[in-house]
């Protein structure tokens, strides 16, 4: 079983929809939680960077993370075909910085 | 661009060639990592470095990979006898991590190289 699992999709949705991706996790000792975007033939790019439990906004992203029930989610309210993409969530232990991914969800946003 | 910067983008090489690859990480950042990405996965954890002193390394990284950063600023990836399985995305992401300061700080990454083993 891997540490951190995270539905591949795809995931296809209409513009203006709200989306929900989410990952679950088995180690209880992940602290740092964070959402990247990835491109085709690009790099991850960070969206969100949360610590512990609660809730981040930042424009149309909200982050999400239950702690008591490892999981942890991102929300996109208002998607545009710009946000298609693929979604890898990551996190990552307090005495080390090594990130754990998940397998990125893949969505498409179509006008 | 203030950006961490890979080189080359793409390498296409025969199976038992050395390859290298080289990552500059954003100019104030002391902390460096690589990953490898396969198609459909996420990056997996391959080393990471502060300043020139190599911290950790994953058992991804077989005897034929080494990694250095030798003046604490950009940093080389060399894979030696390559496989087929080594064709992968590989990834190289910077972070600054202050030693007064707790947590971990977020990671920025590049666009990474791919690299096809013919």
């Known amino acids: 079983q891997k540490e951190v699992e995270q539905d591949p999709g795809p995931l296809s949705v209409p513009e203006g929809a709200i989306v929900s991706l989410n990952c679950t996790y088995s180690?209880?000792?992940?602290?740092?939680f964070m959402w990247y975007r990835q491109y085709s033939r690009k790099g991850p790019e960070l969206l969100m960077y949360?610590?512990?439990?609660g809730n981040k906004e930042d424009g149309r992203f909200t982050a999400q993370v239950d702690k008591s029930s490892k999981y942890i989610s991102l929300f996109i309210r208002d998607s545009q075909p710009s946000d298609s993409a693929t979604y890898l969530c990551?996190?990552?232990?307090?005495?080390?910085?090594?990130?754990?991914f998940g397998t990125g969800t893949r969505l498409q946003v179509f006008p | 661009d203030t950006g961490v910067s890979q080189d080359p983008r793409h390498k296409i090489t025969k199976r038992g060639q050395n390859v290298t690859f080289r990552c500059d990480p954003i100019?104030?950042?002391?902390?460096l990592y690589w990953y490898r990405q396969t198609l459909g996965q996420g990056p997996e954890f391959l080393t990471y470095?502060?300043?020139?002193?190599?911290?950790?390394k994953s058992r991804l990284l077989s005897d034929r990979f080494s990694a250095e950063r030798p003046k604490g600023s950009f940093s080389t990836l060399e894979i030696q006898r390559t496989e087929q399985g080594d064709s992968a995305m590989y990834l190289c992401?910077?972070?600054?991590?202050?030693?007064?300061?707790?947590?971990?700080?977020?990671?920025?990454f590049g666009d990474g190289t791919r690299l096809s083993i013919l």
């Open positions: 949360t610590y512990s439990s």
């Open positions: 470095f502060q300043n020139e002193a190599q911290l950790e």
């Open positions: 180690n209880s000792a992940f602290q740092y």
């Open positions: 990551a996190m990552s232990r307090h005495n080390t910085d090594k990130l754990i």
């Open positions: 992401a910077s972070s600054f991590r202050d030693s007064g300061e707790p947590g971990n700080q977020p990671q920025h």
């Open positions: 100019s104030e950042h002391n902390r």
